[in-house]
Nanobody, 120 residues
Framework: QVQLVESGGGLVQPGGSLRLSCAASGFTFSRYAMSWYRQAPGRERELVAGITTAGGRLTYADSVKGRFTISRDNAKNTVYLQMNSLKPEDTAVYYC?????????????WGQGTQVTVSS
């Protein structure tokens, strides 16, 4: 059974930091690109950061560049999102995504989400 379990969300003051974790199971983690998405109330889900299978290529939304860092530990089947200098506009539900090519198609898995609230 495929599972992506996010943790680490919560309430933080502006300028603070949080570290999100996503623990994966039920599939070959090292063969999947991993991403973090977020969705704020009334807005569409958007890509925050992505990392390739071996971590050689990182992608960030312009709004988080220089503040957020994505990383992965293939030995622990876990992907992380370190979030620094948090702003109120970072408030959203953050989702972990796994995407991999499994011929003839592609698998796309999602976690249940973790709430991040940035407020004083």
């Amino acid at each position: 059974q495929v599972q992506l379990v996010e943790s680490g969300g919560g309430l933080v003051q502006p300028g603070g930091s949080l570290r999100l974790s996503c623990a994966a199971s039920g599939f070959t983690f090292s063969r999947y690109a991993m991403s973090w998405y977020r969705q704020a109330p009334g807005r569409e889900r958007e890509l925050v950061a992505g990392i390739t299978t071996a971590g050689g290529r990182l992608t960030y939304a312009d709004s988080v560049k220089g503040r957020f860092t994505i990383s992965r530990d293939n030995a622990k089947n876990t992907v992380y999102l370190q979030m620094n200098s948090l702003k109120p506009e970072d408030t959203a539900v953050y989702y972990c995504n796994a995407r991999g090519i499994v011929l003839p198609g592609m698998n796309d898995y999602w976690g249940q989400g973790t709430q991040v609230t940035v407020s004083s």
